[in-house]
Nanobody, 116 residues
Framework: QVRLVEFGGALVQPGDSLRLSCAAS????????LRWSRQAPGNQRELVAS????????HYVNFVKGRFTISRDNVKNMVFLQMNSLSSEDTAVYYC?????????WGQGTQVTVSS
């Protein structure tokens, strides 16, 4: 059974940093591309970043480039999202996810709120 559990979300101020973590189990983690997505109120869920199986290749959408860093630990089966220079526009529920075959599996999400 695929399980993804995100944690680390919080209420922070503009300009702050935050690190999200996702613990994964139930699938071949070391051979899977992992992704972080987010969904803000009233918006569709959108991809934020992805990381290759061995962690050497990463991809970021334009609005987080230079501010967010995705990484993974293939020993502990975890994926991380380091977020710097946060702004109110980053307020959203953040999800880690993985595509296995034709199915995308999602965690329950963790809330990030950026507000002064």
């Amino acid at each position: 059974q695929v399980r993804l559990v995100e944690f680390g979300g919080a209420l922070v101020q503009p300009g702050d940093s935050l690190r999200l973590s996702c613990a994964a189990s139930g699938f071949p983690f070391n051979t899977s591309v992992l992704r972080w997505s987010r969904q803000a109120p009233g918006n569709q869920r959108e991809l934020v970043a992805s990381i290759s199986e061995d962690g050497t290749l990463t991809h970021y959408v334009n609005f987080v480039k230079g501010r967010f860093t995705i990484s993974r630990d293939n020993v502990k089966n975890m994926v991380f999202l380091q977020m710097n220079s946060l702004s109110s526009e980053d307020t959203a529920v953040y999800y880690c996810n993985v595509r296995l075959g034709s199915t995308v599996h999602w965690g329950q999400g963790t809330q990030v709120t950026v507000s002064s």
